[in-house]
């Protein structure tokens, strides 16, 4: 456990900062931007990964084990909300035969 | 704690139950359960429990909010029975899972720790993605669902990011220790500026504030009737205890009070502004209910932190305030229901038209709902305006304060233009038809909020 703390301590904290925070906007972009579900979902992935590194960082950085413990419960809800997403997709393609975003055009203000 | 376990258990008990495929016991058991939730909750109320190694704290402040939380639910669920009527199927499973998602409002308003504050918000949501698909077969509730999960995930990044970065600040997911940090060592700090500026915006996604609405009103219309109750009064009580909750310990450091003063006002203006030219009901409850959030965050603003005393004045109000939002809000839906089915199941505002002449304690009922939503004195909400204003005031945020009374003013009108239709004499003869339960729900909710607004102190 050691060793790894002070492997991750090899890189300057900043580096982390800006690493993750370069994933989190390629996650959100391309959450934003691109038309098809899978890739949309795929990004939010990216996103909350992006954090997951983070704390994985800050962790170290602050010999608290604590982070690391929070990246656990991030992985297990992030699976459990993906099950629901895709289910709801599954839904949606039999319903309408597609997963672009445009199909998303009923409800308007 | 009791309590927690009480409603998880019979979450599954009712999922259970829903096997035998015996729908007529699903609600009673549920509403019993319910009930001595609310009785194990009130036999804490002089305490403060600590739960999961100082994680989870319930004060009076979270006793009463989850005590609110629990009884409207119960109301829910005594319409239940007869909005699940026509249904085949999966009743059981959509008991359960509001009780599941009941459960993450109780976390949400009792956390102390950020890391059950992330888990708090996923356990009330991740249900409600599910409850708001409930319709398998109609495209707008799985548009709905999928609306709501896409933008959900998306905030939860955001509320993520900011624990991330708060957590980098401190060392640690206590709350204490954060607000302790901001007295000691100042909000100049980036890491604290940004990690409460995700943080804050994670949190308005589910509160529904400006610029973060999107996802309200096509979630509210798509989703079925009886979810967007629960929508719009449980998840909107637990997610405004759930940003006390951290506004109580962090205070408005650094940039996050001209953040939060952008917030209420473009919730104000949007809400209030959009809403004057909706004319389906379910779009009109919800920018009703992002113009509600605009002054729920106006009293959140008020809130200045670790100083003693001030706190329970907001938590109090904020109780007041969303709790009788909600009567009214689960009156008024339900009334929705009841005329949505005499007109075929068109859901725009003139299909209240001739409920007076039909049932006319009915429409009083109703009439008193809209005028507590639009706040006119003798009213609940007319008292819990009078309150967030107040608050504001005293915090000095005259000129905030000033734009939300106008914004009120405003209001009123799409209100009216509801109760304009109820007195209408339609064009031919309607007939409500109105199950006991349901008359007695409703007449129950307009009553409270009569009561409420005479005697405010009863909360």
Known sequence: MENVMTAIRVVPLEHYLILSFLLFSIGMVGALVRRNIIIVIMCLELMLNSVNLLLVAFSAYHSDPGGQVMVFFIMLVAAAEVTVGLSILVLMKRNTDGVDMNILNRLKW | ?459
């Open chain 2, 1 to 459: 704690m009791s309590a927690l376990i009480l409603i998880s258990v019979l979450a599954v008990l009712v999922l259970y139950l829903g096997l035998f495929g015996n729908k007529s016991w699903l609600a009673p058991i549920g509403v019993l359960g319910l009930l001595g939730a609310i009785a194990l909750f009130a036999s804490g109320w002089h305490i403060d429990h600590h739960l999961m190694g100082g994680m989870v704290k319930f004060d009076r402040f979270s006793i009463g909010f989850n005590i609110a939380m629990v009884a409207i639910t119960v109301l829910i669920f005594l319409f239940g029975p007869d909005y699940y009527a026509r249904a085949k199927d999966n009743v059981a499973e959509q008991y359960a899972l509001m009780l599941f998602s009941l459960v993450g409002g109780f976390l949400l308003s009792s956390y102390t720790n950020l890391l059950m504050l992330f888990l708090g918000i996923e356990v009330l949501s991740i249900p409600l993605y599910i409850l708001a698909g409930a319709k398998k077969n109609s495209l707008r509730s799985n548009e709905a669902s999928f609306k709501y999960f896409l933008l959900g995930s998306f905030s939860t990044a955001f509320l993520l990011m900011g624990i991330a970065l708060l957590y980098g600040l401190t060392g640690s997911f206590e709350l204490t220790v954060l607000g302790e940090h901001i007295a000691n060592a100042g909000s100049s700090d980036m890491l604290l500026n940004f990690g409460l500026f995700f943080t804050v915006t994670g949190l308005a996604f589910k509160m529904g504030a400006v610029p973060f609405h999107f996802w309200k009103p096509d979630v509210y219309q798509g989703a079925p009737t009886l979810v967007t109750i629960f929508m719009a009064t449980v998840v909107m009580m637990a997610a405004t205890a759930g940003f006390f909750r951290l506004i109580d310990v962090t205070g408005m450091p650094g940039m996050l009070a001209q953040i939060m003063v952008l917030l209420v006002l473009a919730t104000l203006l949007v809400g209030n502004v959009i809403a004057l030219r909706q004319t389906n009901f379910k779009r009109l409850m919800a920018y009703s209910s992002i113009a509600h959030s605009g002054f729920l965050l106006l009293a959140l603003l008020t809130d200045e932190g670790l100083v003693e005393g001030h706190g329970t004045a907001v938590g109090r109000t904020l109780l007041y305030y969303t709790f009788t939002y909600s009567l009214a809000t689960t009156g008024l839906f339900i009334l929705f229901t009841i005329a949505k089915r005499a007109n075929n199941g068109a859901e725009h505002n003139d299909i209240f038209r001739g409920l007076f002449a039909a049932k006319p304690w009915l429409a009083l009922c109703a009439l008193a709902m809209l005028l507590s939503l639009a706040g006119i004195p003798l009213t609940a909400g007319f008292i819990a305006k009078y309150q967030v204003f107040l608050l504001a005031i005293g915090a000095g945020w005259l000129k905030v304060m000033g734009f939300g009374v106008l914004m009120a003013l405003l209001g009123i009108y799409y209100y009216f233009m509801v109760v304009r239709e109820l007195f209408v004499r339609p064009d031919q003869p309607v007939t409500f038809v109105v199950s006991p339960l349901n008359w007695l729900v409703v007449s129950v909710c307009a009553v409270a909020v009569l009561v409420l607004g005479v005697w405010p102190s009863l909360i």
